[in-house]
Every structure is written in structure tokens, then in C-alpha cells.
């Protein structure tokens, strides 16, 4: 028994050694893909087969004792009930061209890609799970959030590296290229996509602006540090100019900002504002509020993909079509979109078709493939997540947990609007799972 003591204290350990694990894939190697996955969705995996071995050690099957858990379950029982009724159904056959295509093979094949996205799933709430059950001590906590902070910084000096050399020797590195204007560079990063880069510098900016302004004790940065990694995101987040992270990051700003931030706090961020405003406005107007215009008043690619999601889902109201496979049946709908609106069907089929896109808004991508009740269960799952950090009381931890997690978890679902795929291994993960762990850290020690 002792050895078996011994052994469980252990694996407590390697638990969170994972848990940092994941912390550095997301950040540094999320592009990175070992037998086609990527690393992050690997350590998931890892952590899975680790729960497995706890739980024979320990003699009982149990997930970690929190209130998202139940509602987290469901979505997936869900999704693999849909998946299933996807296949038996006569009605959502894929149409004939889906066979045909180039990239319809492997993973990604009629007869695969249902499951390979059901198993995403399960890994992503196995990562949630995994993490809220590692993180269970104060001292856990902030040691993740340290390293979290220390990974998020290297992001951002990576940004203004891509900057410095282009300015100081002309060397490129990464996905820095001309954007709308002749004026403008876009910054990507090591993983390619500027909206994927604007994603995990909003997911420590609030973190980062919620430590500047009332340092803790257990954070390894001086203030100085905080506050100089703050100024280096906003300059990132706003080089990658993505409409939908920038103006989801304000909003959560505005909001979160005017309920839990003082009013020193609020005016040194609306000072920083005015300046970045008046810096880039030129590029601002342009690259977002005049691209969010036009999407939501021309048809394009991305709106085109919203109206073709919102059909699959109104043929398919009750189930959808089937976890993951909603990219199968777009093409269809896209063509006869184009026709309606005079516009040249291969222009949007040509594009799809390369890109494997489903809907690109994560919301009406779950809708399309998972039906009303899918739907349902996923806000149910954000409303428990919410609610898990409502019993903080103490001042200091209130602005950590709901502000530092809370503001970026709250753009992250905004910006979903705009991309799809958000619901999977990645840093959304991260964020909800120590939102939870602070909910239940902190109210225990309040209560």
C-alpha cells in the first residue's frame, strides 16, 4: 500500500508536468503535426492514457469532481448520437461529388472524418478534465499561469522580432507580409495564420493587464515586465489585423474591464487606446472595421460559408449532419448560393474545395452538424463554465480568474463568430479549464 502511495504521488506530479506540457505546445509548437496530429492534441492524448493508468492504480474510473463535467459529457454523448444517426440516415447521404475530391482521403475521407473529429472532441474534453484535476493546490495554480505567462512572452517578443529584423537587416521570418494597403505589414508567426497568432496573444493580454496592475505575490515577473509584454501584445494584436480577435478583444475590454477594473486602471487602458488609435487609425479603419463592413454587407467567401451553414442546419434541424462533416455537404449548398446571387459558381467552389472550409463560424458550423440539441448543450456547457467562477469573492483573485480568464475566454467566443474549428484541443482548452480551477480554488478557500 505504501508503494502504491508512493506511486499515485508520483503520477500526481507527472499529471502536472503535462499540464505544462500543453501549455508549451499551444504556444510554441501547435503547427508542429506527429503522424497527423498536432503536438497539442498528442499531449491530450497523453494525458488520456495517463488518467487510464491513475485510474487502475487507484482501483475507480472517475473524471474530476466539477460542476462543467456533466455538461461537458453530454455534448459528447451527443455528438457521437448525431454522428451516428448521420450515417444510418438515408437523407444525409453525401452528395456524389464528395468522392471526387483530392483531399477527400485518410483522416479527412466520407467514411473517416465524422469519427476523427468525435475523437478531437473527446481529447479536448479530456484535456479540460485532465487540467482542472492537476491544477488543485494555490500553488499549482499560479505556477501554471507563470508558465503560461512565460511562453505567452515569447510569442510576443517573437512579434517584435519579426519587425525588428525586417527593419534593421531586411531579414523575413514567419508570415510577415504586405496586408490591404501598400503601407501595411501583416504579421503571422511560426504557426502561419495571423487570426490563429491574434488568438493566443488575446489569450494572455488580460492575464498580462490583470497582473500589471495588481501584482501577486507568486508571479515570477516584475511589473515592469508585465507591463512591457502588455504594450509588445497590443502592438502584435493589432499587426495581425484581424477584425474579428481585434474587435472581440475590445469588447471583452469594455465589458469586463468596466466591472472589474478600478478606475486608475481604466484610464491608463483608455490613454493606451487613444494612442494605438491614433497611431494606426489609417490601418485600423481599413483592415477592420472597413473588412467587417464588407463581410457583413457583400457576399464573400466567409459570408457565403455562414448562409450555406444556416441551410445545412434548416434541411437539418433536429440532428445536423454529423459531427465534422458539414464541409462535405457546403460545396452543394455554395453553388446554388452563387447562382442565386449571379455570381460565377467556381469563384467559391474553387476556393472550398482547396481548403476542405466548412462554415466558417464555429457556432453555425456546430449547429449545421449537430442540430438544436447540440447547439443547446454547448451554450448550457459556456453557461457552466461562467457560473464555476461565481462564488470568488476576494478582490485579487475575482480579478485574475474573471478578468484575466474571463475577458479572453469571452473574445475567444466571440471570434468564433468569424472561424471555425474553436471547440477542439487548443488554447480555448486551457483558458476554461483554469477559469474552472479558479472557481473551485478560490470559492473553497472563501466559502
Not at 494612442?275 to 464588407?294: D, G, L, M, P, S
Not at 464555429?362 to 462564488?391: C, H, N, P
Request: a positive charge; aromatic letters at 14%.
Amino acid at each position: 500500500m505504501e508503494t502504491k502511495g508512493k506511486i499515485l504521488d508520483q503520477a500526481d506530479g507527472i499529471n502536472f508536468t503535462l499540464v505544462i506540457l500543453f501549455i508549451v505546445t499551444v504556444f510554441l509548437a501547435s503547427s508542429v503535426k506527429i503522424a497527423m496530429m498536432n503536438t497539442t492534441s498528442l499531449v491530450a492524448m497523453v494525458m488520456f492514457v495517463v488518467f487510464i493508468m491513475n485510474s487502475l492504480l487507484r482501483g475507480r474510473f472517475t473524471l474530476a469532481n466539477h460542476q462543467v463535467q456533466k455538461g461537458m459529457c453530454a455534448l459528447f454523448i451527443w455528438a457521437a448520437v448525431s454522428l451516428f444517426l448521420s450515417k444510418i440516415d438515408p437523407a444525409k447521404a453525401f452528395p456524389s461529388d464528395v468522392y471526387s475530391y483530392a483531399w477527400a482521403s485518410g483522416l479527412s475521407s466520407p467514411g473517416m472524418r465524422g469519427y476523427s473529429f468525435l475523437i478531437r472532441l473527446f481529447l479536448s474534453m479530456m484535456a479540460i478534465n485532465f487540467i482542472i484535476d492537476a491544477v488543485n493546490t494555490e500553488r499549482r495554480f499560479f505556477k501554471a499561469l507563470n508558465f503560461f505567462l512565460l511562453f505567452y512572452f515569447a510569442v510576443c517578443l517573437y512579434v517584435l522580432a519579426q519587425y525588428l529584423l525586417l527593419v534593421l537587416l531586411g531579414v523575413q521570418i514567419g508570415e510577415l507580409r504586405p496586408s490591404a494597403m501598400e503601407t501595411l505589414t501583416r504579421t503571422g508567426g511560426y504557426i502561419g495564420e495571423s487570426s490563429n497568432l491574434a488568438g493566443l496573444l488575446v489569450s494572455g493580454f488580460f492575464l498580462t493587464v490583470a497582473f500589471a496592475a495588481r501584482r501577486h505575490a507568486r508571479i515570477w515577473f516584475p511589473r515592469w515586465v508585465l507591463m512591457a509584454m502588455c504594450a509588445a501584445a497590443i502592438v502584435g494584436i493589432i499587426s495581425t489585423y484581424s477584425a474579428a480577435w481585434i474587435l472581440s478583444a475590445m469588447l471583452a475590454a469594455a465589458v469586463a474591464g468596466a466591472k472589474y477594473l478600478g478606475r486608475k486602471e481604466l484610464s491608463v487602458i483608455a490613454v493606451c487606446a487613444i494612442a494605438v488609435v491614433a497611431v494606426f487609425h489609417a490601418e485600423i479603419y481599413e483592415t477592420v472595421f472597413r473588412k467587417t463592413f464588407i463581410q457583413f454587407s457583400y457576399i464573400n467567401v466567409r459570408s457565403a460559408s455562414w448562409t450555406a451553414g444556416l441551410a445545412i442546419f434548416l434541411d437539418n434541424i433536429q440532428t445536423g449532419v454529423g459531427i465534422g462533416q458539414s464541409v462535405f455537404f457546403a460545396p452543394t449548398y455554395l453553388r446554388d448560393i452563387a447562382v442565386n446571387y449571379f455570381i460565377v459558381p467556381e469563384t467559391f467552389l474553387s476556393l472550398f474545395l482547396a481548403s476542405r472550409f466548412p462554415p466558417m463560424n464555429t457556432y453555425i458550423q456546430w449547429m449545421a452538424e449537430t442540430g438544436t440539441v447540440g447547439l443547446a448543450l454547448l451554450i448550457y456547457v459556456f453557461y457552466l463554465v461562467y457560473r464555476s467562477g461565481a462564488r470568488i469573492s476576494r478582490p485579487e483573485h475575482t480579478l485574475i480568474v474573471k478578468f484575466g480568464l474571463g475577458a479572453a475566454l469571452m473574445a475567444t467566443v466571440v471570434a468564433a463568430n468569424a472561424a471555425p474549428d474553436y471547440l477542439y484541443v487548443g488554447f480555448l482548452n486551457f483558458l476554461a479549464s483554469m477559469y474552472v480551477a479558479g472557481g473551485r480554488l478560490f470559492a473553497r478557500e472563501s466559502s
